[in-house]
């Protein structure tokens, strides 16, 4: 397929916010290209090349795209910065640079979608010595041949700036249509994403064998199914009134989230965010299968830096010391774990996801061997407030965050936070006092204490509707010096010569950063703002909301990606919950 059948449809994309136009604009593009191409085409629109949980990740730097732009026009690096500087993206300025050049030559020969791809591929996979020439000489081949609106598209694609406002939802509601004719068929194509976390898998399936293929689609070993999730509640009374029967209270522990597909000996771990984890944790790899009596399976566990001598469970932060690429045996030794079981989604070559809550956890404790290393979560019925209160205060004294409630005959809700799942802190019992955890976009420098580093961080939510991060508030507040050292360390590998177009902001940070860090964020308070840009237009025309007195709580959440940080929505919820307290 010409690539321009895709970059054509980009710039249509492009020209319109409407959700309506751009489903039409992407069943169109559906309907026109091949099924054996159809999963690239998926991946591409989304900025991608591969599903998130493979890792495959293009990470272009802007400068190394500008020397690429320079060889393929023969215009100086310093004046196409110059130009990106004066305005536009580099994706523009790039195809403006080269158009320029297609009037006087003309392109050699038409590009395909497949040699894209192919090439993209390949980029990502380069490493090492030289492999930046190698990436600089592939991207510049692929300029020489592509028209200027071929081009704006493939560096926005290896920038990962391609903003089109198509969120998964837009694309699931294109394939139902295209492939279905049903919009009504997304809730299948919705639960076969929810279980392979591959768009471009159920594409395919969908293109090739149509809605019957959607039905039989099922859990498979090594395809991370998406996490369920819970609500928020504020106390006991709360979550008796959400959930009416007896439900099962579950120890809420302070650790990573890991999805652990196991096949005989052949151990994967995933992170909440379906990152592929195991590197990090070699003694799960070496010590888990002999834990699990079973051949294979798809577990769900929390895994929990622990005090080798007391056995007592430490913070979260514990176990960040574990993400590291180089001596990664010595934290391995400094920093011990236990892996605590919660749920089984997949056992015996048999789905377990719609079996109720009870039956997957008596299957659980059948399964798991519990030793010093592997435990289950604590968990017992509850069936009135003082039942609750009880395990709480058990769960707080052993070190834990708090309760997870949960539903006893639910299924499991891939993909989905509803009431089925609640969880329940002793933060959430004091006034507004929930976290947020939101991504670092910009920062202003510091000054006395901090020169030279980062004194004041800007910080978005993130909007899943148009997949942009609108700010939220300035945080200056909850930083050891520790932590200032850190923050600046990981932050400075993150900084862009602009603002990142999918960051939303009128303020003018002193430095902008890819959108990619989380921090768990307290405030007293959520305001109505004119500045911030979260929640735009939900209580009040272009008025956003802002925190009042922000505070970092000193927990980075990297196990969280950047559309993983909390969403307009749930901003809005604490407003009015707040609201709610100050009435009564
Ligand atoms: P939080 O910010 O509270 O960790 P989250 O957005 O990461 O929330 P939630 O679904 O809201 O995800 O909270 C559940 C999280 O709590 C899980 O992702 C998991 O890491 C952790 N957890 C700890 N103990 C349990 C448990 N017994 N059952 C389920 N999840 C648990």
Same mark, same amino acid.
């Given at each position: 397929m010409k690539f321009s059948v895709l970059s054509d449809s980009l710039e249509k994309m492009e020209s319109t916010t409407k959700r309506i136009e751009l489903t039409d604009i992407l069943v169109e593009l559906l309907k026109n290209t091949h099924a054996s191409i159809i999963s690239k085409v998926i991946y591409l629109i989304q900025?991608? @090349?591969? $599903?998130?949980?493979?890792?495959?990740?293009? &990470?272009?730097a802007e400068k190394l795209v500008i020397r690429a732009i320079s060889k393929s026009s023969g215009i100086t690096t310093k004046k196409i910065e110059d130009d990106y500087n004066d305005g536009g993206d580099l994706g523009k300025t790039g195809a403006n640079i080269l158009r320029q050049k297609t009037q006087t030559t003309f392109t050699a020969e038409t590009i395909t979608l497949e040699r894209v791809y192919d090439t993209l591929l390949k980029i990502s996979k380069l490493e090492g010595k030289g492999s930046q020439d190698m990436k600089m000489k592939y991207i510049s081949s692929l300029l020489n041949d592509a028209t200027p609106i071929e081009s704006k598209f493939i560096l926005k694609i290896l920038l990962g700036t391609? #903003?089109? &406002? =198509?969120a998964e939802n837009t694309t699931m509601d294109a394939l139902a249509i295209a492939f279905t004719?049903?919009?009504?068929?997304r809730e299948l194509v919705e639960n076969a994403y929810n279980v392979s976390s591959d768009l471009g898998k159920v594409s395919e399936v969908l293109a090739t064998e149509g809605i019957n293929g959607i039905l039989k689609f099922t859990t498979s070993l090594f395809s991370p199914i998406r996490p369920m999730l819970a609500d928020r509640v504020k106390s006991e009374d709360d979550a008796f009134k959400k959930i009416k029967n007896d439900f099962a209270a579950e120890y809420k522990l302070d650790g990573e989230r890991a999805q652990i597909h196991k096949k005989n000996n052949e151990i994967v771990l995933f992170s909440r965010?379906?990152?592929?984890?195991t590197r990090y944790y070699p003694d799960v790899v070496e010590k888990i299968s002999k834990c699990i009596n079973a051949n294979d399976g798809i577990f769900e566990a929390e895994i929990v830096a622990v005090?080798? *001598?007391?056995?007592n469970f430490l913070p979260?932060?514990?176990?960040?010391?574990? #993400? /590291?690429?180089?001596k990664l045996e010595q934290a391995v030794s400094d920093y011990p774990i236990t892996v605590n079981f919660f749920d089984v989604l997949y056992y015996n070559q048999t789905d377990?996801?719609? +079996? $109720?809550y009870m039956e997957r956890r008596k299957t659980l404790e059948n399964i798991i061997k519990e030793n010093n290393f592997a435990k289950l979560v604590p968990m017992s019925i509850v069936s009135n407030e003082g039942d609750v209160t009880e395990s709480l205060e058990n769960s707080i004294n052993s070190g834990c965050e708090g309760l997870m409630l949960k539903v @006893?005959?639910?299924?499991? #809700?891939? &993909?989905t936070r509803g009431n089925n799942w609640l969880k329940l802190k002793r933060?959430?019992?004091?006034?507004?006092g929930d976290s947020l955890d939101l991504v670092v976009v910009g920062a202003f420098f510091g000054r006395g204490r901090r020169t030279g580093k980062y004194g004041t961080l800007l910080l978005s939510s993130y909007n899943s509707e148009s997949d942009t991060f609108p700010t939220i508030c300035k945080v200056g507040t909850g930083f050891t010096d520790e932590n200032l050292d850190q923050l600046f360390q990981i932050l400075s590998s993150k900084v862009?010569? +602009? +603002?990142? $177009?999918r960051v939303e902001s009128t303020m003018e940070a002193d430095i902008w950063f890819e959108p990619e860090l989380v921090l768990e964020i307290v405030a007293s308070e959520i305001s109505l703002s004119? =500045?911030?840009?979260?929640?735009? *237009?939900?209580? /009040?025309?272009d008025i956003g909301f802002a925190l009042r007195f922000p505070k970092f709580t &000193?927990?980075?959440?990297?196990? +969280?990606?950047?559309?993983?940080a909390s969403v307009d929505e749930e901003v809005l919820a604490l407003y009015k919950n707040q609201k709610k307290s100050e009435m009564n």
């Open positions: 900025g991608k @090349i591969r $599903p998130n949980f493979e890792g495959v990740e293009l &990470g272009i391609l #903003r089109l &406002g =198509i004719n049903e919009k009504s068929n965010s379906l990152e592929n984890i005090n080798e *001598n007391t056995g979260f932060q514990e176990l960040m010391h574990r #993400r /590291r690429k180089y377990y996801l719609e +079996k $109720p @006893i005959d639910s299924p499991y #809700r891939a &993909g933060e959430y019992q004091n006034e507004l862009t010569l +602009k +603002k990142n $177009p004119p =500045i911030h840009k979260t929640g735009l *237009n939900m209580i /009040r025309k &000193g927990k980075i959440r990297s196990e +969280k990606s950047a559309e993983d």
